[in-house]
């Protein structure tokens, strides 16, 4: 009987023990797998971290490059003048400064370029402040030409111009198919810019006047920009002109609020909230700009499009955009009136056009003295230094009488 007890203890004791056992195997077990758990998420977490600080690194390197390609290509594209030699012992620790510097030198010399209106606009966005540049810049005065082809009053142009290189740039945007190149004596030679079609009313007419001031910006020098067309004649000698413009504390577009169907009549309330009824401008397409505000005009994003898509005939970009733009981004910029003189008086759609005979000292006398404005916050009687719209006709009467008629 106390054998087969004892039996029985031994057997509840070896399995107490058994039992005893396992628990601690599983029980090691579970604290190894555990081990084994904790590890890997570790090593894991090492593992993903390490992959993020790749990625990081190797996507500043690529913007890096791509920055660095993208200069290299620009500066080999437009051909800049070597007129500012980076001075080897100082710049080259300074990364930021040597990119402004190279930004400031002077224009590209070769107008050409292939880059899309895009990649244009993106390398206006990168020319410093002028005031940045480490050298004395003589502002100069841009003129550009929108034309469908050849400039036939160009010979007018030419005399206005000459002897004052330096204190101008004059930039082209013609139908793509005008290919014709002037004389390399000329003012004109290689000063076509790459150009679209244009639609007269159509934003593609905005189109090219963007990209005639986005052209015109990369040059760092210049300082005002007159946009004109092949109609345009100069009122006055080149130093009047430019002092003019140069000194004159705003910018000139004509800028109205017309309460009549040609005006806030072409008002569309889709635009709002972006644009407002009272916003709403009407202007002259022949706009002069200084600097800061031509720099506003390539850069906008917010009202190009609004205009692009709910201003088209009888609403007409070029009467609306622009002026709408300023007097929703800076309104005390300009000083709302046009500097290019045009006759409306005979009525119609058109403009009077000036033929031959029309060419007249009194003409001109009305044109140049008949008017007071506020130029620099003063009465003046300059209030127009160009004027449309003259016929190819009046190139020989103009020619003729221009050191009596224009002073040139
Ligand atoms: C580098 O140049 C920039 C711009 O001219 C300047 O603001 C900055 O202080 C310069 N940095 C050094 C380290 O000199
Ligand atoms: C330009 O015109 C102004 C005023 O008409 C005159 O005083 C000035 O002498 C002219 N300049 C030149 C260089 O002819
Ligand atoms: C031009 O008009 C705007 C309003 O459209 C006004 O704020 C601005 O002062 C005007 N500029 C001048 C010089 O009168």
């Not at 894991?44 to 200069?71: A, E």
């Not at 002897?163 to 000063?191: A, C, D, N």
């Not at 067309?229 to 009122?235: A, K, N, R």
């Amino acid at each position: 009987m106390e054998s087969e007890s004892s039996k029985r203890e031994m057997k509840q004791c070896k399995i107490t023990i058994f039992v005893k056992n396992l628990s601690l195997r599983i029980r090691r077990e579970a604290n190894e797998s555990y081990f084994h758990l904790t590890t890997t998420f570790i090593l894991s977490l090492w593992m993903v971290l390490f992959v993020v600080i790749l990625v990081f690194f190797f996507h500043y390197h690529k913007k890096k490059y791509i920055i660095s390609k993208d200069s290299n290509y620009f500066s080999q594209l437009n051909a800049f003048q070597d007129s500012f030699p980076l001075s080897s012992n100082l710049l080259p620790f300074n990364i930021s400064n040597r990119r402004s510097m190279q930004r400031c030198r002077e224009a590209p010399k070769e107008l050409w370029h292939s880059m899309s209106d895009k990649e244009l606009f993106w390398q206006v966005s990168r020319v410093p402040d002028f005031h940045k540049c480490q050298y004395n810049r003589t502002p100069k005065v841009a003129f550009m030409f929108l034309t469908r082809g050849r400039l036939p009053l160009a010979p007018l142009w030419e005399r206005f111009f000459k002897g004052y290189e330096g204190l101008y740039s004059i930039y082209l945007h013609t139908s793509p198919e005008f290919i014709h190149e002037p004389p390399e004596s000329s003012v004109f030679y290689k000063r076509r810019i790459p150009s679209k079609p244009v639609e007269w009313g159509k934003n593609t007419m905005i189109d090219a006047e963007r990209r005639l001031l986005a052209n015109a910006l990369l040059d760092v020098s210049n300082e005002r920009f007159v946009l004109l067309s092949e109609t345009c004649i100069p009122l006055f000698n080149f130093t009047t002109v430019y002092n003019y413009l140069v000194h004159s504390k705003y910018s000139f577009l004509s800028s109205f609020d017309d309460p009549r169907k040609t005006g806030r009549g072409r008002y569309n309330k889709r635009m709002w909230p972006i644009v407002s009824l009272s916003d709403w401008r009407k202007g002259s397409q022949w706009f002069e700009v200084h600097r800061k505000l031509a720099l506003e005009i390539v850069s906008d994003e917010t009202y190009y499009p609004i205009f692009k898509e709910h201003c088209r005939p009888p609403c007409y970009m070029d009467e609306h955009y622009l002026v709408t733009l300023v007097t929703k981004i800076s309104p005390d910029m300009t000083s709302n009136s046009s500097i290019t003189w045009v006759d409306w008086s005979r009525g119609g759609p058109h403009p009077t056009m000036f033929v031959r005979n029309d060419i007249s000292e009194a003409l001109f006398n009305r044109i140049k003295h008949g008017f007071n404005c506020i130029y620099n916050d003063r009465i003046s009687s300059v209030c127009f230094l160009f004027a449309r719209k003259f016929h190819p006709s009046t190139l020989e009467p103009l020619l003729r009488m221009a050191q009596d008629l224009l002073g040139f």
